[in-house]
C-alpha cells in the first residue's frame, strides 16, 4: 500500500533520514521506532508531505506522493497525527472534529465516522462544547486521532502518541490503535516506547542516525537479545 | 451647549463610528488571519470609492445599487492581490515582517500614483443619488439619511460576518487557519485558498465602506490616506486581529470624534482618537478586545 524507496531528507543541509526503505502493506499495524533524533518524524514528515525528501520517493496505491501539496495527500487517504498533535486550541471539540470531514462538506453522510469516534473514544463525546486546549494531553491525542479518523483514511500515521500522556490513557490509545487496525485501516506508528508499540505492532523498523538498522516482525525484535539490551534495557 | 446638540452629535457620530468599524474590519480580519498587516488598505477604500464614482458616472448606477457590485469586484481584487503578490511576500527566508510591510506599502504607493495618473487628481464627487441630500429626524435629532443607511450596511455587513464565521465550513476553516495555518493541511484544507478568501472577504468590506461612502465624500487619490490611519487605530484599539474588536473600536473612534468636536475647534476633531488610543496603549497594550 505504501512503500517509500531509498528516501534522504535534508534539514537545513542537514542529513536527517538516508536511503530509507520502508513498506506498509494494508491492514498492517507498522512501527517505527528508534531513539531520539534518530529520524523517525522526518521520516513520517516526509511520507505526509510536510517535508520533500531530497531524493528517493513514496508511492502510496501505486502512485508517487513525494512532491503532492501535503493538503493533496490527506486528500488521497492518508491521515497524519503530528508529535505535537496540532489541534485548534481555540476551538471547541467539536468543531476540531467538523474540521476533520472539512472535504466531504456538503454529503449527508459526512459526519458518519463520527459514531466510530465516540466509540473508540466515549469520553469526546461529553466535551463536544470545550475548547481543545482546556483537554488534557491524552484527550487531546484522542481528539488529534478523532479528527484524522474524521478525514476517513485508508493509512493512518501516528506520531509519539504516546507524548506527554499518562500511563493509563497510553494503554487506551494503543487499544484504539489495534481497533483502528481492525476496523480495516492501515496503521504507521512513530513511537519511542518500544516495548509497548511492539506489543500492538505487526511488523517493525529500528531507525539509528537516521538508516533502517533492523526490520521485520515485531514480535521476533521484541525477542531478539541485542534489541532489548540495546533499546529495551532488559 | 444644550443637550440636544450634544444628542445630536453623539448620533452623528455613531454613525461615522459604524463606517469606520466597517472599513477596519477587513483590516482585522486580514491580520487575525495572517499576521499581515495591509498598509494599502486606505488605497483599496480609494478603490472602492473611484468604483462607486464610476460606475455613477458612466453607467448612472446610484452609490447604493453599486456598492454590492463593487464590493463583489473588490473580493476578487483582494483575492488577486494576495495570489499575485502577498504570496510571494510570505516566501521571504528572511526579515519576513519586513518584506510584507514594504510589500503592502509598496502597493499602496503603486495604488496611488496609478490613480493619480489615470483617475488625476482632481476631487470628484457624486452629486446626485436616490439618498443625498435627505435627512430624517427622530425626535429633533437630524440624521442624514445616506450616512444612517450606510450605517445600516454596515451593521448588517457585520452581522453577516459574524453568522459566516461562526456558522459556516468556509468560516469555520478561516477560524482554523487563525489558529494554525500550518495545520489546516491534516483535514486536507489549502491554506493559499483560506488566505485568498481572507484577502477577498477583507477587501470586500472595505470596498462596501467605500461604496457607501463614496455618496458623501469627495473622492480622490489620496483620499484612503486619513481614513486608513483611523483604521489603524481602530484595528489597534480594539485589538489586533478581533473582527468583533475591530468593529466596537470604529464604534468608539466615532463616538470620541464627535465629542471633542464639541469641545475643541473642529480642526482639532482627531485629537481625542489619538488621545484615547495612547490611553489604551498605555493600560491595555493589547488593545479592548485583543486575547494576546
Known amino acids: 500500500m505504501l512503500s517509500v524507496h531509498e528516501v534522504t531528507t535534508a534539514y537545513q543541509g542537514l542529513v536527517a533520514i538516508s536511503s530509507v526503505t520502508i513498506e506498509v502493506a494494508k491492514g498492517e499495524i507498522v512501527a517505527v521506532c528508534g531513539a531520539n533524533g534518530a529520524g523517525k518524524s522526518t521520516l513520517i514528515k516526509t511520507i505526509a508531505g510536510a517535508e520533500r525528501p531530497r531524493s528517493g520517493t513514496v508511492t502510496f496505491d501505486g502512485e508517487q506522493i513525494n512532491g503532492v501539496p501535503q493538503h493533496l495527500i490527506t486528500a488521497r487517504g492518508i491521515a497524519y497525527v503530528p508529535e505535537n498533535r496540532r489541534l485548534f486550541p481555540r476551538l471547541s471539540v467539536g468543531d476540531n472534529l467538523r474540521l476533520g470531514s472539512y472535504m466531504y462538506r456538503g454529503k449527508p453522510d459526512r459526519d458518519e465516522p463520527l459514531k466510530l469516534v465516540f466509540e473508540l473514544f466515549p469520553r469526546l463525546s461529553e466535551r463536544l462544547e470545550q475548547r481543545a486546549e482546556t483537554l488534557s494531553g491524552g484527550e487531546q491525542q484522542m481528539l488529534a486521532i478523532g479528527r484524522a479518523l474524521m478525514t476517513r483514511p485508508r493509512l493512518l500515521m501516528l506520531d509519539e502518541p504516546s507524548q506527554g500522556i499518562m500511563p493509563k490513557l497510553v494503554d487506551e490509545i494503543f487499544q484504539a490503535v489495534v481497533k483502528i487496525r481492525d476496523m480495516g485501516m492501515t496503521v504507521l506508528i512513530v513511537e519511542q516506547r518500544m516495548s509497548e508499540v511492539l506489543e500492538i505492532a505487526d511488523r517493525a523498523y529500528i531507525l539509528q542516525t537516521g538508516r533502517v538498522q533492523m526490520q521485520g516482525n515485531a514480535a521476533e525484535i521484541l525477542g531478539n537479545p541485542d534489541v532489548r539490551k540495546a533499546y529495551l534495557g532488559l | ?292
Open chain 2, 1 to 292: 451647549m444644550t443637550a440636544a446638540t450634544i444628542i445630536q452629535s453623539l448620533a452623528s457620530g455613531l454613525l461615522m463610528g459604524l463606517l469606520y468599524g466597517l472599513i477596519a474590519v477587513g483590516l482585522a480580519l486580514i491580520f487575525g488571519l495572517m499576521d499581515v498587516t495591509n498598509f494599502a488598505h486606505g488605497e483599496f477604500l480609494m478603490l472602492a470609492m473611484y468604483g462607486a464614482f464610476f460606475l455613477f458616472a458612466f453607467f448612472a448606477v446610484d452609490p447604493l445599487l453599486a456598492a454590492p457590485l463593487v464590493a463583489a469586484g473588490m473580493f476578487v481584487f483582494g483575492a488577486v492581490i494576495y495570489l499575485l503578490i502577498v504570496r510571494f511576500a510570505m516566501r521571504a527566508k528572511a526579515n519576513i515582517g519586513m518584506v510584507q510591510i514594504f510589500t503592502t506599502f509598496g502597493l499602496a504607493i503603486l495604488m496611488r500614483g496609478l490613480a493619480q495618473f489615470f483617475f488625476t487628481p482632481d476631487y470628484r464627487s457624486i452629486p446626485t443619488s436616490w439618498l443625498g441630500g435627505k435627512t430624517v429626524s427622530f425626535g429633533g435629532i437630524f440624521l442624514p439619511v445616506p450616512q444612517l443607511v450606510g450605517a445600516l450596511i454596515s451593521v448588517a455587513a457585520f452581522g453577516a460576518l459574524f453568522f459566516f464565521i461562526k456558522k459556516t465550513d468556509f468560516g469555520r476553516a478561516l477560524e482554523a487557519t487563525r489558529e494554525d495555518a500550518g495545520a489546516v493541511a491534516l483535514v486536507g484544507i489549502d491554506k493559499n485558498k483560506v488566505f485568498a478568501l481572507g484577502w477577498g472577504l477583507g477587501s470586500a468590506l472595505v470596498g462596501l465602506a467605500g461604496a457607501v461612502m463614496a455618496s458623501f465624500f469627495y473622492i480622490y487619490p489620496d483620499v484612503g490616506a486619513s481614513f486608513a490611519l483611523i483604521a489603524y487605530v481602530t484595528v489597534a484599539l480594539g485589538g489586533f486581529g478581533s473582527v468583533f474588536g475591530a468593529f466596537a473600536g470604529g464604534i468608539i473612534v466615532g463616538l470620541v470624534e464627535a465629542s471633542t468636536a464639541l469641545i475643541l475647534p473642529p480642526s482639532l476633531k482627531s485629537v481625542g482618537i489619538y488621545a484615547v488610543y495612547l490611553l489604551v496603549v498605555f493600560i491595555r497594550p493589547r488593545g479592548l478586545f485583543g486575547s494576546i
